[in-house]
Every structure is written in structure tokens, then in C-alpha cells.
């Protein structure tokens, strides 16, 4: 079948990328355009609670109590329970505790006057009803999961404002409600591939890559500060949140565990369809040594 | 099932270099974004000396590549409500037009991406992309027989972004305030 429709799509800077909110209607777009300002305002409101970077979201108030309870927003707790659960069920793979690895090799900003463990346990994190603190003194970040959770929670606003179907692409955090079927291809230094056909649901890639590309932002290492070998690794899951998080499970899993994992948690491994194209001009460009952050 | 095709090949020269991109916004589009209760822009695109350029330079850590800065001023009737520029910056598989919208004390309002280009090689110039896209803009209504198409791939980051507002501040600093 034939059907008409309006695709109405806005782009801004937003947590440390891209971001691409899309719409399917059959209106024009203006009058939308409320919509799209506060679905983004949506995700920079999660940037503010969760980021790393910023020394006063919520996150950093909590690294910075030095054990004490602190307060904090309905989803950044909500986040932090999220990675604590992961904690278990990947017996530590999925650490969120390991920011002061980061901060002592300059990937997160120090903005701490005090001494700290470069690594804890999850299990270490403390929540009890609106508060939270942390037992020991490590440096939360919520980087491997609070992207794909702003997505999540941009796709539930606009579909609380009746929006049925859309998509939202938070530089590779995407995430398609409704009824439309998007294909997908993997972006690599050797070009694009055909990867998967998304539909109601999420995908999440996240690389690894021993150069420290400038324009690779996420950082992937185990308990022990170690980089895990080079990979791109997509997951689809039912949620952004989720699928963001297990990228990084399993590209510290050998392959063959990969979709065994995965399966636990209803999510997939995917792997590209066909060979990448090469693209010379990026294979042969120097990779740098320098590497940006997430802001989030 | 509705499928659809949000990606656009634009008609470049694309035999060894293709580019793929979007268009968000046009002009107009990301002025009534940026400032909604504005009632008027009026072009006053701003002209850089090597002097004011060197001094940009100096301020944002950033260079002015260009001698031309595409401005204009925006209105609420006749009250000066602040700046809204067009500026370009390049990354390493991207190519952006953004527009930002400034104060007149400086501080940032707003930044929209107006368009977006990625540049691979390859497989853009096999014939099952090149069907995939519709030359049109992002306002044309679309038959909705083709599929929505994605990237995903390693997060990039938006410093360059970052960067040119940094620019545009400094530029602001020099010649606009």
C-alpha cells in the first residue's frame, strides 16, 4: 500500500553528538515545532542530570559527597539502578565505577580535590528511596548508559504527546517506535554495511579502537583499566538504555559468548550483512591519538 | 507498513568522494526555530579583516576560515532581540551547516543543524543507494514506499560543532558587541 506522509526531522548538538529527532504525520511542520524543542529539551535535561563532564549535574554531586547521602532526580537513580542490575547479571563486565580510570588517563575532566579509587563495585552504590550515596571512593559515570536511556525517554515523551511513529538517532543510540521499518547500516572505518532492519525497537553500536580516534567518543575498558581488542559491536534490544549498555558487555566478551549474552537479556548480536565498501581516504588517513569524551 | 527514505543524495560530483546528507532546516525554517517572536531579520552579513580574524583566532583557539559570516539581526518590531549566523564546520565524515542564535550581550541562545552531509566512498555509488534517495527537502511530503534508512555506527562527537560556536562567540566579542 501507498501511503502519504510528511517526515519532519530536526538535528542538534546534543550529548556530546548528534542527535536526530524524526517524525511520520500528516501534518506540516509547523506544527511540530514545540514538539521537537522540548523532546530535546527532554535529553538535555538528562545531559544535565548525568553528566560526567559537568561538575554540577547530579552525578557529579554524588561523586563529590564523599559517602554521604545525596538526593537525586527520579531518573538518574533510576539509571544508576539500571547499572547496578547489569553489575550483577554480568558478574562486574558492565562496571559503572570505573571513572576514575578515565579521569587519571584525561578521557573525563578531574574536577576532584580529593583521592580516589580508580575502580569499585556497583554493588558498592547505595539507594534508598530519593537518595543515594556512594560506599566507597570511586567515580561514578554513567557514560556506557545514560545516552541510550536520553533516547529512551525522548521516544516516551513524544509518544505521550501522540506522536505513533518515529525515530530518534543519538549519534548510533537509535531508537524506531511505530509503524515504519528502518534499515540500518553500520558505519566502520571501511565504509558502511548493511546491518539490520529496526523495527520497535533499539539499536546501540560502540567501537573499540587501539587509536583513540578524535571522533569516537565512547571509551571501553574492563575492572582492570584494560582495552579490550578492537571491534564494532551493535545490539539490538527492546530499549536504548539497554542495548547502549550491553555494547559494552560485549566487546569485553570474546565473540563467540557474544550472542549467548546477549540472549539473556532478549537482545541480539548483530553483525553486518555484506563486506564493507573501502573507503581509501579514511583507511588511510592517520588514525590520532586523541580522543573526546562523551558529555554525557 | 510504512516505509520511508529520510536520507537525500545531493547532487554533488560524487564518483570519488559521494556524499549523502539532510537538510533540516532552510534559512527561514531556522530563523523562526532560533527566534520565534522575532518579526523581522535583516541581513547584515559581517566582513572580517586579517586583523579581526587573527584576534578570533586568538580568543576561541579556533580559526576564522573565512573572510565572510553570513548574519543577520533579529527583530521583536523594533527591538534588537540578537544574531542569528550560518556557519559550516568539517569533521572527518561530516559536513555541517549549523545556525546559531547569539544575544546582544553574547550568550548562546540556540544552535540548530541545518544540514548534514556524511562523506564515504564506496558503496554510495552502487545503484541500490543511489534509488534509495530522493532528491527533495526535508518540508516535501513523501511517498511513503520506501524504507527509512539509518546509520548506525561509533558515537561521533560534536566538538566541531562546539568548536565553531566557540568561533562565533569570539567573533561576537570582536566585531559585534
Redesign the interface.
Known amino acids: 500500500m501507498i501511503l502519504q506522509g510528511n517526515i519532519h526531522k530536526r538535528m542538534k548538538p546534543l550529548l556530546g553528538t548528534f542527535v536526530e529527532v524524526g517524525i511520520v504525520t500528516e501534518e506540516d511542520s509547523n506544527a511540530y515545532r514545540n514538539l521537537f524543542n522540548q523532546t530535546f529539551s527532554v535529553m538535555e535535561n538528562m545531559q544535565n542530570q548525568m553528566s560526567f563532564h559537568d561538575r554540577d549535574s547530579s552525578l557529579s554531586r554524588l561523586n563529590h559527597a564523599k559517602g554521604e547521602w545525596v538526593e537525586l532526580p527520579e531518573d538518574t537513580l533510576r539509571v544508576i539502578e539500571y547499572a547496578k542490575q547489569l553489575y550483577r547479571q554480568t558478574d562486574g563486565l558492565f562496571n559503572c565505577t570505573l571513572g576514575g580510570y578515565l579521569v587519571k588517563r584525561g578521557k573525563l575532566p578531574d574536577h576532584f580535590d580529593f583521592d580516589y579509587q580508580v575502580n569499585g563495585s556497583a554493588d558498592e552504590i547505595e539507594i534508598e528511596n530519593h537518595r543515594a550515596r556512594l560506599n566507597a571512593p570511586f567515580l561514578l559515570t554513567l557514560d556506557g548508559i545514560a545516552k541510550g536511556y536520553a533516547v529512551d525517554k525522548a521516544v516516551e515523551y513524544m509518544q505521550m504527546q501522540g506522536i505513533t511513529s518515529g525515530w530518534v538517532n543519538a549519534g548510533g543510540d537509535l531508537r524506531v517506535f511505530g509503524d515504519i521499518e528502518m534499515p540500518v547500516y553500520q558505519r566502520s572505518n571501511e565504509g558502511l554495511s548493511h546491518l539490520i532492519k529496526l523495527k520497535e525497537n533499539a539499536l546501540a553500536t560502540s567501537e573499540v579502537n587501539q587509536f583513540n580516534r578524535y571522533d569516537c567518543p565512547s571509551h571501553i575498558i574492563n575492572n582492570q583499566g584494560e582495552w579490550p581488542d578492537d571491534c564494532i559491536i551493535s545490539v539490538r534490544a527492546s530499549q536504548a538504555w539497554l542495548a547502549d549498555a550491553l555494547t559494552k558487555v560485549l566487546a569485553l566478551v570474546p565473540y563467540a559468548q557474544r550472542k549467548k549474552i546477549a540472549g539473556r537479556f532478549d537482545a541480539c548480536f548483530c553483525q553486518v550483512t555484506d563486506k564493507p565498501s573501502i573507503d581509501k581516504s579514511v583507511t588511510e588517513s592517520k588514525p590520532s591519538s586523541y580522543m573526546s569524551q562523551n558529555t554525557i | 507498513?510504512?516505509?520511508?527514505n529520510?536520507f537525500f543524495l545531493l547532487p554533488v560530483a560524487a564518483i570519488t568522494?559521494p556524499a549523502y546528507g539532510?537538510q533540516?532546516?532552510s534559512t527561514e525554517?531556522a530563523q523562526?526555530?532560533l527566534f520565534?517572536h522575532a518579526t523581522q531579520f535583516m541581513e547584515s552579513s559581517i566582513e572580517l579583516t586579517e586583523e579581526q580574524r587573527d584576534r578570533i583566532k586568538e580568543i576561541s583557539d579556533v580559526r576564522q576560515r573565512w573572510k565572510k559570516q553570513q548574519a543577520w539581526k533579529a527583530y521583536e518590531g523594533d527591538k534588537f532581540v540578537g544574531w542569528f549566523i550560518i556557519d559550516k564546520v568539517i569533521?572527518?565524515?561530516?559536513f555541517?551547516t549549523?545556525a546559531a542564535a547569539i544575544s546582544p550581550e553574547g550568550d548562546v541562545l540556540g544552535?540548530?543543524?541545518m544540514d548534514?552531509r556524511e562523506t564515504?566512498?564506496?558503496?554510495?555509488n552502487?545503484a541500490h543507494w543511489k534509488k534509495q534517495f530522493v532528491g527533495t527537502t526535508?518540508?516535501s511530503?513523501?511517498?511513503?514506499?520506501r524504507?527509512?534508512?539509518?546509520?548506525?555506527?561509533?558515537?561521533?562527537?560534536?566538538?566541531n560543532?562546539?568548536n565553531g560556536v566557540k568561533r562565533l562567540l569570539a567573533l561576537h566579542e570582536v566585531v559585534l558587541k
Open positions: 507498513m510504512k516505509t520511508i529520510p568522494c539532510i533540516y532546516l525554517q523562526q526555530v520565534t569533521g572527518k565524515h561530516e555541517i549549523y544552535i540548530e543543524i548534514y564515504y566512498g564506496g558503496e554510495v552502487e526535508i518540508s511530503p513523501l511517498k511513503l514506499t524504507d527509512i534508512e539509518n546509520i548506525s555506527g561509533a558515537t561521533l562527537s560534536c566538538r560543532v562546539t
